[in-house]
């Protein structure tokens, strides 16, 4: 088992095998099912390419052997850092296979987080493409093993690959069955109890925290979202955000369409004509998408250009979707908008496609498990009558019990009982669907991307001319939230926001991250206790969006 790792309660454990809901079986395995099921069908569409599952599954074993031959152990924790290109899935799977864990980070990311995993995690490799959206992943890496010795393989998609690097293009192309037995691979299976990938938090601290997902609870989140969404093997799922996240990977994502013998779409472009052309080619049946995809799809006149008749479902995940956007997926694109909300820790909610229509429109999905244990609590931890604001806790089988490598956080995150506090803000109506309202602590939420503003604040409060800062979240349009950064310069300086942006960006963290607006102050509010009172600056910036956009339609 991974040092530093929380496992599940023996008894629990005991229930959630008996019960059904672990079937002990390994991620591949569940995958090898499927391809052995429809080894013919299509599996995965990517830049014009099919690929079908048995194709999939021979690539997917042949890099399993080249990482075995480079000296991987199970156990070996790599930083995997790849966009949507094909060979995300024989890459990431190829790794499991061998019991290698992944540790999922974004193509954002960038020297400061990148070295954080690395680091935290004691990485013996790192998983790239040379190059994406005109930066170069292999010259990063280069400057990081520098820093960082222990990382031993650097595994590299498209090229150029520097010297000591490992092309994971040459590894696809170059047969190595034969130098193995049919069965080799079978010696490297994990135990399904033990680590399978490792997700990254929002961010609630300076950097995100390590999730740890076993094989068990993240088979059966991939396996029972899907069904509770009525995945079957006519979904053509469509993604288009990063594949890395937990949305896209397997809630229900990528696994749980292939484990329900269905075609996964894959692309990075974003924009509208773009999706809908590949709706219209690929006969895509759901796209998972977030607030902002949305919002820019229904502002443009895209989609009468195309034959979308085949969507069915679009998927809003990261940040609630307003009822009047929703209104507008089932007007203007005439399918059914479905909420999918949850965390990476574990617990998924979802409206069902047949939910009642209020609850399409308005809530936030219920729990996609019988087993979820769910509840809304005060702040001191007592259980809220039905319809009572709170925070949101939950207990169950594919809910993680602590963070990785983070015992001090553990203690705060959950209960002693094994409950996880999600931080969210929620009501829960007496049918179990919840409705949620914000969160507890400081984050802002960029159309699904969690910004810890302790981490920017602290990055300004560096620069030579500021004396203090605080960040809060300003309301927009598409993205929900943006960020404000309040700055009170050093006495006698003065500091413009081209300077605060440019000096983030030698810091090297990633670019959602940057403040969108700076407002210069001489003073902020405080409490008795000398704390700054953001609630004041929050009111202060809506006032000043609502002054700015009452001008701009007096014009």
């Not at 002693?416 to 803000?425: Q, T």
């Not at 914000?438 to 990055?459: M, S």
Request: aromatic fraction near 10%; charged fraction near 25%; charge should be neutral.
């Amino acid at each position: 088992m991974l040092e530093g790792f929380t496992p599940w309660p023996p008894e629990y454990v005991k229930r959630y095998r008996e019960e059904g809901y672990w079937e002990d079986k390994t991620l591949t395995e569940k995958l090898d099912e499927a391809i052995d099921a429809v080894p013919d069908k299509v599996a995965l569409a990517c830049d014009q390419k099919t690929i079908t599952y048995r194709e999939m599954g021979n690539r997917i074993d042949r890099l399993a052997l080249h990482f075995s031959k480079l000296g991987f152990k199970p156990g070996d924790r790599v930083v995997f850092q790849m966009p949507n290109i094909e060979q995300f899935v024989y890459a990431f799977f190829g790794l499991i296979k061998v019991g290698v864990i992944p540790i999922m980070s974004l193509p954002p990311h960038r020297q400061v987080e990148i070295g954080y995993f690395l680091k935290h995690s004691d990485a013996a490799g790192y998983v790239i493409p040379s190059e994406f959206r005109r930066f170069s992943y292999a010259g990063m890496a280069q400057e990081l093993k520098k820093k960082i010795p222990g990382v031993k393989i650097v595994l590299v998609a498209g090229s150029p690959v520097p010297d000591g690097m490992h092309s994971l293009d040459e590894f696809l192309s170059t047969p190595i069955e034969q130098e193995f037995s049919t069965d080799y691979l079978k010696k490297y299976r994990p135990d399904p109890c033990d680590v399978a990938l490792i997700h990254l938090s929002g961010g609630t601290t300076a950097l995100p925290k390590l999730i740890p997902r076993t094989h068990n609870d993240y088979v059966y989140n991939a396996w029972q979202s899907a069904r509770f969404a009525g995945v079957n093997s006519d979904t053509i799922y469509f993604a288009v955000l990063p594949i890395a996240h937990n949305y896209s990977l397997g809630s229900y994502g990528m696994i749980g369409t292939w484990l329900h013998h269905g075609k996964v779409v894959i692309s990075s472009n974003m924009d509208a004509a773009s999706v809908f052309s590949v709706v219209q080619e690929q006969r895509v049946t759901v796209i998972a998408a977030a607030v902002p995809l949305i919002v820019m799809w229904l502002n443009s006149d895209e989609a009468k250009n195309y034959d979308i008749s085949s969507l069915q479902t679009v998927q809003n995940g990261g940040a609630r979707l307003a009822p009047e956007l929703r209104k507008g997926v089932r007007e203007k694109f005439g399918c059914t908008p479905q909420e999918v909300y949850g965390t990476a820790e574990g617990l998924l909610n979802y409206t069902r496609l047949d939910d009642p229509e209020d609850m399409i429109m308005t809530s936030s999905g219920r729990p996609v498990s019988p087993a979820d244990e769910v509840k809304v609590i005060d702040d001191e931890g007592r259980t809220l009558p039905i319809g009572e604001r709170g925070e949101l806790a939950v207990r169950g089988p594919y809910t993680i019990r602590g963070y990785y490598r983070a015992p001090d956080h553990n203690k705060i995150a959950w209960t002693e009982d094994g409950f996880y506090k999600l931080g969210d803000l929620v009501r829960m109506n007496k049918e179990g669907y919840i409705f949620t309202e914000g969160r507890k602590k400081d984050v802002i939420n960029r159309g699904g991307e969690k910004i810890n503003v302790e981490e920017v604040e602290n990055l300004i409060l560096s620069h030579p001319k500021v004396r203090n800062v605080a960040i809060v979240a300003m309301p927009d349009p598409v993205f929900l939230e943006k960020a404000c950064a309040y700055i009170m310069p050093k006495e006698g300086q003065t500091i413009t926001f081209k300077e605060i942006i440019d000096f983030l960006l030698t810091k090297n963290i990633a670019k959602f991250k940057l403040p969108e607006r700076m407002e210069v102050v001489s003073q902020f509010p405080l409490s008795p206790a000398g704390k700054i009172l953001k609630r004041d600056l929050r009111e202060d910036i809506v006032k000043k969006l609502e002054v700015e956009q009452g001008a701009v339609q007096k014009q």
